[in-house]
């Protein structure tokens, strides 16, 4: 990317092959995931030095290491977060925040679950630890990371109220464990539908990866002294606002983490990405590829995503025509 704006900023383009410094791996990309992270920066909103290659999330091979590297080895599967340059044929990574695939875990597994799959982890164990018999309620409960974070809270013993824009969309985050859902257009207090679905009390969290247009209802959905996590800002960032609303509203807090500071150290990335691993093993997560374009399609990805008519994870497949074979067998 050469600039800043929509969509149609992202335009397919040749470039020198990179190479590998000390401390780095070249890897052959094998897929890469798509995110509202790679939307943040596109916009700006997260800034990265022009030019850069967008993309956050992938997985592949490694076909070169340079210098001082130990912690993979050429012909290693792997996968990664949080590095801008994935949606390209290869890409250059810091060896040490690689993680090596298990044989059973494929480029697409990976590629769909690493970022949002430990972003899931953090949330329910770090940012508010979710106990059994915990209600909770969870924003675009049929996107890709409210997927998960619906069978993760289920998993671990709380009941969802999930939120969604269509009923198509509601029977998704029903057959991902959530107990209740709201369709967000079809009721005109959000909070007080939370509040009756909830015998007409709040909540102790909320997970807000929406950010704008929910934010308020997501304070007023919760109980004295709740939690709100605010993960992401899909719908825009939230406007300032006065912390004695907080207060106000029963000595609520609001944490707006973020997945760097929960995966900061080797040895935490390691411990996160093996705990989603054995979660996908254990069926306790299903991951859902619903979308695969071409590097050349990228923009229609970030386009499908921003406009809300996805569920699921999509990805970025570099071979174009291995997203062609797939798209035959799907159709």
């Not at 769909?112 to 949330?123: E, P």
């Not at 967000?184 to 939370?194: F, P």
Request: proline residues 6%; glycine residues 12%.
């Amino acid at each position: 990317m050469y600039e800043v704006g929509g969509p149609e900023v992202l335009r397919e383009a040749e470039v020198d092959q990179p190479r590998p410094g000390p401390g780095e791996a070249l890897v052959e990309v094998a897929a890469s995931g798509v995110n509202f992270l790679d939307v943040y920066h596109r916009e700006g909103r997260y800034s990265l030095p022009l030019p850069f290659t967008p993309g956050a999330e992938g997985a592949g091979t490694v076909v070169e290491v340079g210098p001082g590297v130990a912690d993979v080895a050429v012909g290693d599967r792997v996968g990664w977060v949080e590095i801008p340059g994935t949606y390209a044929e290869r890409a250059v990574v810091d060896s040490s925040r690689l993680v090596p695939l298990p044989d059973d875990i494929g480029f697409e597994t990976a590629a769909a679950v690493l970022l949002q799959g430990m972003t899931a982890h953090y949330l329910v164990k770090d940012a508010y630890p979710v106990q059994g018999g915990d209600t909770v309620l969870v924003h675009a409960a049929a996107g890709g990371m409210g997927l998960l974070l619906t069978q993760l809270i289920t998993h671990l013993g709380g009941r969802v109220i999930g939120t969604t824009s269509t009923t198509a969309k509601a029977e998704l985050a029903k057959r991902a464990g959530a107990a209740e859902v709201i369709l967000s257009s079809a009721v005109d207090d959000l909070a007080a539908e939370v509040r009756r679905l909830n015998g007409g009390q709040g909540l102790p969290v909320v997970f807000d990866g929406v950010g704008a247009h929910t934010f308020d209802a997501s304070l007023a959905s919760l109980r004295p002294r709740g939690h709100l996590v605010l993960f992401g800002a899909a719908s825009g960032a939230v406007p300032p606002f006065d912390p004695i609303r907080l207060a106000h509203g029963g000595s609520l807090t609001l944490i707006r983490p973020s997945l760097g500071d929960f995966i900061a150290d080797r040895s935490e990335l390691l411990r996160r990405a093996a705990d989603v691993f054995e979660w996908v093993r254990s069926k306790a997560l299903e991951v859902t590829v619903t979308g695969r374009y071409a590097l050349s399609e990228a923009a229609q990805a970030h386009s499908d995503l921003e406009a809300r008519r996805t569920t699921g994870k999509l990805l970025v497949i570099p071979d174009a025509a291995a997203v062609g074979r797939r798209e035959e067998t799907r159709s």
